[in-house]
T-cell receptor, first 115, second 113 residues
Framework: EAGVAQSPRYKIIEKRQSVAFWCNPI?????LYWYQQILGQGPKLLIQ????????DSQLPKDRFSAERLKGVDSTLKIQPAKLEDSAVYLC?????????????FGSGTRLTVV | AQSVSQHNHHVILSEAASLELGCNYS??????LFWYVQYPGQHLQLLLK??????LVKGIKGFEAEFIKSKFSFNLRKPSVQWSDTAEYFC???????????FGAGTRLFVKA
């Protein structure tokens, strides 16, 4: 099966600019996650979707980050305006459903550098 | 609140040495436990998972992990590592009452040929 697709792979922007990331999960996977992985740390959940509804966005900095999943398939994550501390790899993952025991399939990530 | 602690940030081993990576978690209820691996230049992949039943879980590439409930631990083991096991390993936990999966900070393993 095709994996989780993410684009772009790399992005360099100046602080205060905006940026958007795109994710296409595995076909049929109802649950989609966006994680932020700062260098030297483990992935941190930003937002979780079940189909096109938000399940958990408690750690999403809502003053600058937004995400949507239209039609329950593709998702976009946006940062506006970006700060230096947003430099990280943004990972998208999906799972068949959010039931217990399901592991995630991760995409390759988007490496964001804010200068 | 859930949390995951991985004891070693960096581990260096010679080929054929045995491996054990520590993972402890904090959560008051029933959990699902995972180990993910990230090989250089590749994306995170699921190595193995514990859902229920036998606390000794076997995964891909000869890895196994043992869930010890009384110690809140889920250590990863491999009896004989290979150079190709060089990667970063992440332990993760999800409480069965919720949906959020929490990851540890990761352990970077370097295997010398």
């Amino acid at each position: 099966e095709a994996g989780v697709a993410q684009s772009p792979r790399y992005k360099i922007i100046e602080k205060r600019q905006s940026v958007a990331f795109w994710c296409n999960p595995i076909s049929g996977h109802a649950t989609l996650y966006w994680y932020q992985q700062i260098l030297g740390q483990g992935p941190k959940l930003l937002i979780q979707f079940q189909n096109n509804g938000v399940v958990d966005d408690s750690q999403l900095p809502k003053d600058r980050f937004s995400a949507e999943r239209l039609k329950g398939v593709d998702s976009t994550l946006k940062i506006q305006p970006a700060k230096l501390e947003d430099s990280a790899v943004y990972l998208c993952a999906s799972s068949l459903e959010s039931r217990q025991g399901d592991g995630y399939t991760f995409g390759s990530g988007t490496r964001l550098t804010v200068v | 609140a859930q949390s995951v602690s991985q004891h070693n940030h960096h581990v260096i081993l010679s080929e054929a040495a045995s491996l054990e990576l520590g993972c402890n978690y904090s959560y008051g209820g029933t959990v699902n436990l995972f180990w993910y691996v990230q090989y250089p230049g590749q994306h995170l992949q699921l190595l193995l998972k514990y859902f229920s039943g036998d606390p000794l879980v076997k995964g891909i590439k000869g890895f196994e992990a043992e869930f010890i409930k009384s110690k809140f631990s889920f250590n990863l083991r491999k009896p004989s590592v290979q150079w190709s096991d060089t990667a970063e390993y992440f332990c993760a936990v999800r409480g069965t009452g919720g949906f959020k999966t929490i990851f540890g900070a990761g352990t970077r393993l370097f295997v010398k040929a």
